[in-house]
């Protein structure tokens, strides 16, 4: 792991250095087109994107870690969709607003809440360690949990899921983190059941689920 004042190498998920400056219009317009690039754009287009999940699929095995330092993988919630989003506690708009409207929409169902876990894993380990994450996701949820590991054991789970981030220095010092922003939800089974705008409201957010657990 890096100093939390140093800025980590830009990633694609899957340890390589990003190009994401450079193939982001470009994977627009492929995804558009029905290509075969990663979508990669904060604010993604979801009827584009579910034509790349059919060529693509989403989702895949992780090992990371919990708030309590359990190691935990996609099959540690038997039964269970799996609410997720990845991002980092030190973002400032998009990761709270989405996790905000995950947890209000999870507490929405009633009863069916029982049926959803919602995780939050983050793009950026040299900051986020497990204790970061436990307290982060309680001010959210104590449904949500906050999942981090090694820069590698994350960049395997945001491979799976198409998720692209890097670091970006900023003026004075530190970084933030441009990342893929897209709530995932998957079926007990491990297959995509649909994806949902981050900035989504609950509301809106909590009939999807409903919809696509049916």
């Given at each position: 792991m890096?100093?939390?004042?140093?800025?980590?190498?830009?990633?694609?998920?899957?340890?390589?250095?990003?190009?994401?400056?450079?193939?982001?219009?470009?994977?627009?317009?492929?995804?558009?087109?029905?290509?075969?690039?990663p979508?990669?754009?904060?604010?993604?287009?979801?009827?584009?994107?579910?034509?790349?999940?059919?060529?693509?699929?989403?989702?895949?095995?992780?090992?990371?870690?919990?708030?309590?330092?359990?190691?935990?993988?996609?099959?540690?919630?038997?039964?269970?969709?799996?609410?997720?989003?990845?991002?980092?506690?030190?973002?400032?708009?998009?990761?709270?607003?989405?996790?905000?409207?995950?947890?209000?929409?999870?507490?929405?169902?009633?009863?069916?809440?029982?049926?959803?876990?919602?995780?939050?894993?983050?793009?950026?380990?040299?900051?986020?360690?497990?204790?970061?994450?436990?307290?982060?996701?309680?001010?959210?949820?104590?449904?949500?949990?906050?999942?981090?590991?090694?820069?590698?054991?994350?960049?395997?789970?945001?491979?799976?899921?198409?998720?692209?981030?890097?670091?970006?220095?900023?003026?004075?010092?530190?970084?933030?983190?441009?990342?893929?922003?897209i709530?995932?939800?998957?079926?007990?089974?491990?297959?995509?059941?649909?994806?949902?705008?981050?900035?989504?409201?609950?509301?809106?957010?909590?009939?999807?689920?409903?919809a696509?657990?049916?």
């Open positions: 890096t100093n939390g004042n140093q800025v980590p190498p830009a990633t694609n998920g899957s340890g390589a250095p990003s190009l994401w400056w450079v193939l982001a219009p470009l994977g627009l317009a492929l995804a558009l087109l029905g290509g075969t690039l979508y990669i754009l904060s604010t993604p287009d979801t009827a584009a994107m579910g034509r790349m999940s059919a060529m693509r699929p989403v989702g895949g095995p992780f090992r990371l870690v919990d708030g309590d330092g359990r190691v935990v993988t996609e099959h540690s919630w038997p039964g269970r969709f799996l609410l997720i989003y990845f991002g980092y506690t030190h973002c400032p708009a998009s990761c709270p607003t989405a996790l905000n409207a995950m947890a209000e929409a999870v507490d929405g169902m009633g009863d069916a809440a029982g049926r959803v876990q919602p995780l939050f894993i983050t793009v950026d380990p040299a900051r986020d360690d497990r204790a970061t994450m436990k307290d982060y996701a309680a001010q959210f949820s104590p449904r949500l949990s906050g999942l981090t590991g090694t820069p590698a054991a994350v960049a395997e789970a945001a491979r799976h899921y198409h998720i692209n981030y890097r670091a970006r220095p900023q003026t004075g010092g530190g970084y933030a983190m441009d990342h893929s922003s709530v995932y939800l998957m079926s007990p089974d491990g297959r995509l059941a649909a994806m949902i705008p981050a900035d989504e409201k609950p509301d809106a957010m909590r009939r999807d689920i409903v696509a657990m049916r």
